[in-house]
């Protein structure tokens, strides 16, 4: 079947010695692996298909999806919104390869989602026209959970301890809860969007709230595993 859709780009893997298997998160049928052959020569062709498949680039392809667990492939490919400053920018960049782990980590091979689509569309073009970006990644998280199923309900008066498991404050701790300090956090992010509180947070407490999301995702994602580029990510906002 010939689709026609976007599709953002979450990992490039190069594939013997000229070739790469890209996988992508699309609108039209959640995530998806392509094979791309001759990815890795001197032509000019090659040159810009390895710029396309750089972390978060958002295409518009043309692909023959089989849809049968093997690998699709590709028959046209443009660019669809090309970044202006992420690839230039370490702090953009770094949250970039970030997102794309975890958003490897994070999404089914049988979902479409076409509402998390728009979402990280919409984020990934404001990251790219803002400079101001410091809590970017983690308002990016906390929201992602909306279109995940595991968001965290409101926090009433007296609930001074979040939940983990159960995903909602409480007014007693557990052995699942977030002490009272860490539920501050948490309940301080719920409001944020991209365009307020970007300075609201210090360093230390952005590594604490990385660390409680993290936990968060892999509470409630079976199979999740930890992104690699963390590390580089709590070393870039210090």
Known sequence: MLIKTKAIVLSALKYQEKSLIVKCFTESDGLKSYFVHNAFSSSKTASRKIAYFQPLTILEI???HKNKGTLETFKEIR?????????ADISKSTIALFLSELLHHSIREEEKNPDLFAFLETALLWLDHHDEVANFHLVTLLQMTKFLG???A??????NYF????????????????DASETELVSR?????FENGQGIFSASERRRLLKILIDYYALHLEGFRRPKSLEVLQQIFV
Request: no cysteine; hydrophobic share 45%; charged share 20%.
């Open 150 to 152: 595991f968001y965290p």
């Open 163 to 178: 939940d983990m498991v159960e995903g909602f404050f409480t007014e007693l701790p557990g052995m699942n809860a977030l």
């Open 189 to 193: 992010l719920l409001p944020l969007r």
């Open 79 to 87: 660019l669809s919104s090309p970044f202006a400053t992420v690839a």
């Open 62 to 64: 043309e692909a023959s």
């Open 154 to 159: 409101n926090r009433q008066d007296g609930e």
